[in-house]
T-cell receptor, first 118, second 116 residues
Framework: GAVVSQHPSRVICKSGTSVKIECRSL??????MFWYRQFPKKSLMLMAT?????????EQGVEKDKFLINHASLTLSTLTVTSAHPEDSSFYIC??????????????FGEGSRLTVL | AQTVTQSQPEMSVQEAETVTLSCTYD???????LFWYKQPPSRQMILVIR??????QNATENRFSVNFQKAAKSFSLKISDSQLGDAAMYFC?????????????FGTGTLLAVQP
């Protein structure tokens, strides 16, 4: 099956620093990727839809300047948590939709990235 | 707006027994997809089973089957012959058929424990 890789899987940073998380589709192109945030034993909360070549679409309540998303190519989307604070500590998950497959339900998930802000 | 509800925060089943996880949803659309995803302790989301709303036949994948009741907007997951490896968080999810993207709406999850 299709593979989506997230990196890093775990990251610890100091408060006030920025952290970048990468999401790569390894064997398919993905015009659209999604970023989710998950708190312990909770559901996945959609943060934003990442679109290759255009601005990301953020869900209501998600700070655009705090969570910068860049979809640099058809296989890479990055999420940068700027000026991270302890409340940003969470599990971040990406998923990738194969190009041209919108509306088909096809979606592949990365392994997730655990961010801990000290 | 579409919503997905899982009313069972936690469930427990004996190994080799059968368990059913509940899911209800709300949508005004007629064509959509419904999914069950499994999230083990490793946190990687794994697709368990998928149902197209236009199909009347319930989807089946080995020990996993669904009971899809479109009129009632119900989509339950049955796990037969439960195994220790089935222990995980299970999420029910919805996606619009033919939409611009495959954006998923997740339920709150059911934590399944399997007792040896």
């Amino acid at each position: 099956g299709a593979v989506v890789s997230q990196h890093p899987s775990r990251v610890i940073c100091k408060s006030g620093t920025s952290v970048k998380i990468e999401c790569r589709s390894l064997d398919f192109q993905a015009t659209t990727m999604f970023w989710y945030r998950q708190f312990p034993k909770k559901s996945l909360m959609l943060m934003a839809t990442s679109n290759e070549g255009s601005k990301a679409t953020y869900e209501q309540g998600v700070e655009k300047d705090k969570f910068l998303i860049n979809h640099a190519s058809l296989t890479l989307s990055t999420l940068t948590v700027t000026s991270a604070h302890p409340e940003d500590s969470s599990f971040y998950i990406c998923s990738a939709e194969p190009s041209g497959r919108g509306g088909t339900g096809e979606l592949f998930f990365g392994e997730g990235s655990r961010l801990t802000v000290l | 707006a579409q919503t997905v509800t899982q009313s069972q925060p936690e469930m427990s089943v004996q190994e080799a027994e059968t368990v059913t996880l509940s899911c209800t949803y709300d949508t005004s659309e007629s064509d959509y997809y419904l999914f069950w995803y499994k999230q083990p302790p490793s946190r990687q989301m794994i697709l368990v089973i998928r149902q197209e709303a236009y199909k009347q036949q319930n989807a089946t994948e080995n020990r996993f089957s669904v009971n899809f009741q479109k009129a009632a907007k119900s989509f339950s997951l049955k796990i037969s012959d439960s195994q220790l490896g089935d222990a995980a968080m299970y999420f029910c999810a919805y996606s619009l058929y033919g939409g611009a993207t495959n954006k998923l709406i997740f339920g709150t999850g059911t934590l399944l424990a399997v007792q040896p």
